[in-house]
């Protein structure tokens, strides 16, 4: 994921989702050591509900590519 994508992400979580930073956080973590998917992360630590992980897939499909130049 591009950085400018990143961080529209981490907005939306925050604020469409209303995840507390402190969850973001927690993923964030897990997500540099193991690199995996990142939405994955948030439901299997119990951060996000499937119906949440349904809407960030669908944002994340929505979603406009920014390509840094």
């Known amino acids: 994921m ?3 994508t990143y961080t529209r992400f981490i907005r939306f979580l ?3 989702l209303a995840l507390p930073q ?3 956080a ?3 973590r897990y997500f540099e050591r193991d690199s995996g998917s990142f939405p994955m ?3 299997q ?3 996000i509900s499937l119906e949440q992980l349904e809407r ?3 944002w994340l ?3 406009p590519l920014i390509v840094d130049s």
Do not use: K
Request: aromatic share 12%.
């Open 61 to 63: 499909e929505e979603s």
């Open 45 to 47: 630590y119990g951060l």
């Open 41 to 43: 992360i948030l439901w």
């Open 26 to 28: 927690i993923a964030q």
């Open 22 to 24: 402190d969850a973001i």
């Open 2 to 4: 591009q950085p400018a």
């Open 14 to 16: 925050h604020e469409e």
């Open 56 to 58: 960030i897939f669908d």
